[in-house]
């Protein structure tokens, strides 16, 4: 439910919010697994996860550069193939694709896709094109570089489109990317969330807050943003 003055939010979750990299828990369900995000789905919570660019154009469903910290491998992710990624593995499973993740939501759950630019900016629009065809569900893509928001804007104007903001960023820095970006949504680091310059984008657009990790910080928040996106004890 928007709590704020602005429209109604086509991506609200509702009191579930969104579950960070799905609901995951430690090596059992690993983060931006398709096990955390059945779990996610279970629970009746939205959806927020990480993507990367192969070398070849696929979209996987994954946080870091590398394999190192999750699989175990140096292989980075935008310098390998999809082939030569598929032979690692996140807990028991291959590292998803974003095909396979809109396979399991099947329009259940609204999803926040975080798109990880790294030096290959302009892929990025023809392999979102090709890999979100064909979905019908609720799909925001957000990302910390206002370039990548802006080129959606004029590429798939269709697409529901939002700007990862930090709470350190100096408001020159602010400004400018949300010049550039022209953002339909906003996700802002929790401990931005109360202060006037996000209160005032609350009036104009929804507003997310990351990384909710405790049950008094979605007690503080809960009437700050419009859905909060969390993990570990932040879950509702």
């Given at each position: 439910?928007?709590?704020?003055?602005?429209?109604?939010?086509?991506?609200?979750?509702?009191?579930?919010?969104?579950?960070?990299?799905?609901?995951?828990?430690?090596?059992?369900?690993?983060?931006?697994?398709?096990?955390?995000?059945?779990?996610?789905?279970?629970?009746?919570?939205?959806?927020?996860?990480?993507?990367?660019?192969?070398?070849?154009?696929?979209?996987?469903?994954?946080?870091?550069s590398?394999?190192?910290?999750l699989?175990?491998s140096?292989l980075?992710?935008?310098?390998?193939?999809?082939?030569?990624?598929?032979?690692?593995r996140?807990g028991?499973?291959?590292?998803?694709?974003?095909?396979?993740?809109?396979?399991?939501?099947?329009?259940?759950?609204?999803?926040?896709?975080?798109?990880k630019?790294?030096?290959?900016?302009?892929?990025?629009?023809?392999?979102?094109?090709?890999?979100?065809?064909?979905?019908?569900?609720?799909?925001?893509?957000?990302?910390?570089?206002?370039?990548l928001?802006?080129?959606?804007?004029?590429?798939?104007?269709?697409?529901?489109?939002?700007l990862?903001?930090?709470?350190?960023?100096?408001?020159?820095?602010?400004?400018?990317?949300?010049?550039?970006?022209?953002?339909?949504?906003?996700?802002?680091?929790?401990?931005?969330?109360?202060?006037?310059?996000?209160?005032?984008?609350?009036?104009?657009?929804?507003?997310?807050?990351?990384?909710v990790?405790?049950?008094?910080?979605?007690?503080?928040?809960?009437?700050?943003?419009?859905?909060?996106?969390?993990?570990?004890?932040?879950?509702?």
């Open positions: 439910m928007r709590l704020s003055p602005s429209a109604t939010d086509p991506l609200d979750p509702g009191p579930k919010g969104f579950a960070h990299r799905g609901l995951h828990s430690g090596t059992a369900i690993p983060e931006n697994s398709l096990l955390a995000f059945a779990a996610a789905l279970e629970l009746g919570a939205g959806i927020e996860c990480d993507l990367r660019l192969t070398a070849d154009g696929r979209v996987l469903v994954f946080h870091d590398t394999g190192r910290r699989c175990g140096p980075r992710i935008s310098g390998s193939t999809h082939a030569e990624l598929s032979r690692l996140v028991e499973h291959s590292i998803p694709t974003l095909e396979s993740l809109f396979q399991l939501v099947g329009g259940r759950a609204p999803l926040l896709l975080e798109v630019v790294e030096r290959d900016l302009w892929r990025w629009v023809p392999a979102l094109r090709a890999a979100l065809a064909d979905y019908e569900g609720r799909v925001g893509v957000m990302s910390f570089d206002p370039r928001v802006r080129l959606l804007a004029t590429n798939l104007p269709h697409l529901r489109r939002g990862v903001m930090r709470d350190r960023w100096p408001a020159w820095k602010r400004g400018a990317a949300l010049w550039l970006a022209k953002p339909d949504f906003l996700a802002v680091e929790t401990l931005a969330a109360p202060k006037p310059w996000v209160q005032r984008q609350r009036r104009r657009q929804p507003v997310y807050s990351w990384t990790r405790t049950a008094a910080d979605r007690k503080t928040l809960a009437d700050q943003v419009d859905a909060l996106i969390w993990e570990d004890d932040g879950r509702p």
